[in-house]
Nanobody
């Protein structure tokens, strides 16, 4: 089992920045991947960003590319999502997810992830 705990959400104004953190514990993800998804009320869970735990290219949703960046600190078993130039449409609950084995083309599919955190709320006011 892998446990994930997100933090760093909050209420900010348009144009502000936030950094979300996802602390992993339990089994290591090894050669798998970690990702960030978000879900607004009444909407489906949406892919935001993901990358392989042991390196490799990151993948981003078109809506956040150039504004968000996913990174990790292996020593701290923590994955980050740096969010810059936030917009009202970024308002959602953000979830961290981990998969033991994942191919690049499946990064965007929530069903391919094995473990999920409880989420952290991000609200961007106009």
């Amino acid at each position: 089992q892998v446990q994930l705990v997100e933090s760093g959400g909050g209420v900010v104004q348009t144009g502000a920045s936030l950094r979300l953190s996802c602390q992993l514990s339990g089994r290591t993800v090894g050669s798998g991947a970690t990702g960030w998804f978000r879900q607004a009320p009444g909407a489906e869970r949406e892919f935001v960003a993901a990358r392989r735990w042991n390196g490799g290219s990151a993948r981003y949703a078109d809506s956040v590319r150039g504004r968000f960046a996913i990174s990790k600190d292996n020593a701290k078993n923590t994955v980050y999502l740096q969010m810059n130039d936030l917009k009202p449409e970024d308002t959602a609950r953000y979830y961290c997810a981990a998969a033991g084995s994942l191919i690049f083309s499946d990064y965007v599919r929530p069903s391919r992830y094995d473990y999920w955190g409880q989420g952290t709320q991000v609200t961007v006011s106009s």
